[in-house]
């Protein structure tokens, strides 16, 4: 079998904050996680402050999560790594989806309605929609493009309040957005989906500057698969940070306080080097997964 191409990214986040007189409890989500096809070659964090942290990982998800008590004033902090990517490469006419009754345990959790994907409210129309289609990864990529064209990409269009019903109602959203309405019609035909988030490597400039990216991971076969309903991102070149039911279960940082955020500061850069089987990420016909 010949080997997977490899992906190398280098990424480098850097949050900034200012923190109130009595100061403030942070989690953050934005180590790369550890997973079968996704690998922390090195990585390296730095705080303007000298407190005690501490990085926590689950057990089933394996999101990383860092945790401090941070001073009053300001709060900086910087996070690199260099993260390869030997994907799974799945044949997606070969793809098929999992009966529930077959479902592993670990995944039944990502058939259920959720804060911001309210699958119980989309069955029937998602049914009428995408219930009569061929089952499998053809299915799951027809409801992605269904996203893609009903909803715009419009910034600053939505909230932390936004669900999946208010995306199909609105016809707009940003990346977060997208992910959930894709996930509840997912679920909403009984497929398992989960919102994963990373770095939108390969996004057009005009969207403005780099950022942090929500995408889904879809289960089929028996592997999660990667799709990126907004369409802005690279799929090859997601790094990913944490997966959960949704938004909720992920959020980038939260935080315990009163403190002032800045944007955050992100770089992503792929290696391109194939004489030592580094390839720069770009748009396949293959399902790919990092499990």
């Given amino acids: 079998m010949t080997p997977s191409p490899i992906v190398r990214i280098r990424l480098q986040v850097d949050l900034d904050y200012q923190v109130g007189e009595h100061g403030a409890d942070f989690i953050w989500n934005i180590h790369a996680a550890h997973a079968p096809c996704q690998t922390v070659v090195s ?28 001073l ?28 529930v009754q077959h479902l592993p345990l670990h995944v039944l959790g990502y058939l259920y309605p959720s804060r911001y994907c309210q699958s119980d409210r989309l069955v029937q129309f998602a049914i009428k929609e995408f219930g009569g289609l061929w089952q499998g990864y053809s ?58 988030t990373g770095t939108d490597y390969g996004a057009d400039p005009a969207l403005g500057p780099p950022d942090f990216h929500a995408y889904v991971e879809v289960y089929l076969g028996d592997r999660w698969y990667i ?35 800045s944007p955050p500061v992100i770089h992503a850069e792929a290696v391109d080097d194939a004489a030592h089987g580094f390839v720069v990420p770009h748009h396949c016909r293959e399902a790919l997964s990092t499990d």
């Fill in 43 to 70: 990585e390296n964090l730095t705080l303007s402050q000298s407190v005690p942290s501490r990085l926590d990982v689950d057990p089933v998800s394996r999101n990383r999560y860092l945790r401090l008590h941070a």
């Fill in 72 to 99: 009053p004033g300001e709060l900086k902090l910087r996070y690199a790594a260099t993260v390869d990517l030997a994907h799974h490469r799945g044949d997606p006419g070969q793809l098929a989806e999992v009966p």
């Fill in 139 to 196: 299915r799951v990529q027809a409801i992605q493009q269904w996203v893609q064209r009903q909803v715009s990409f419009v910034s600053n269009t939505s909230n932390s309040s936004t669900s999946a019903v208010d995306t199909l109602i609105e016809q707009r959203g940003v990346c977060r957005d997208f992910a959930h309405l894709m996930i509840a019609l997912c679920r909403a035909v009984n497929i398992p989906a989960r919102f994963a």
């Fill in 227 to 261: 799709f990126d309903p907004s369409g802005t991102a690279i799929p090859m070149g997601l790094v990913r940070l944490g997966t959960g039911r949704d938004a909720a279960d992920v959020a980038i940082a939260t935080i315990f306080g009163a403190v002032q955020s």
